[in-house]
């Protein structure tokens, strides 16, 4: 079991960049696929991100293709997302999981979230 905390959220302009962060304590984190989802008001939590335990295979949702960028230190835990040239629509609240799954972009298939991290985009 891995129990993820993100931090890193805020309030920024558009086109500014934030890096997100979640540490998950438990022995499996080395072992798990890792993912980034974000929801937004009114809306259904969606993929944004994952990465496979070895750090090999990324996966990302088009909307953030190309700007986003995750990243993972199993010697520290700890996953990463780095957001780039950030725009109004990717105001949501920010969730780290974790899956023993391989490689899968369903929120269903992941059985360990953190509380998440809000980013507000303003224009």
């Known amino acids: 079991q891995v129990d993820p905390v993100e931090s890193g959220g805020g309030l920024v302009q558009a086109g500014d960049s934030l890096r997100l962060s979640c540490v998950a304590s438990?022995?499996?984190?080395?072992?798990?696929?890792m993912g980034w989802f974000r929801q937004a008001p009114g809306k259904e939590r969606e993929f944004v991100a994952l990465?496979?335990?070895?750090?090999?295979?990324?996966s990302y949702a088009d909307s953030v293709k190309g700007r986003f960028t995750i990243s993972r230190d199993n010697a520290k835990n700890t996953v990463y997302l780095q957001m780039n040239s950030l725009k109004p629509e990717d105001t949501a609240m920010y969730y780290c999981?974790?899956?023993?799954?391989?490689?899968?972009?369903?929120?269903?298939?992941?059985?360990?979230w953190g509380q998440g991290t809000q980013v507000t985009v303003s224009s």
């Open positions: 438990g022995q499996t984190f080395d072992r798990s696929t």
């Open positions: 999981a974790a899956t023993q799954a391989y490689l899968t972009r369903r929120n269903l298939d992941y059985t360990d």
């Open positions: 990465m496979s335990w070895d750090g090999l295979i990324t």
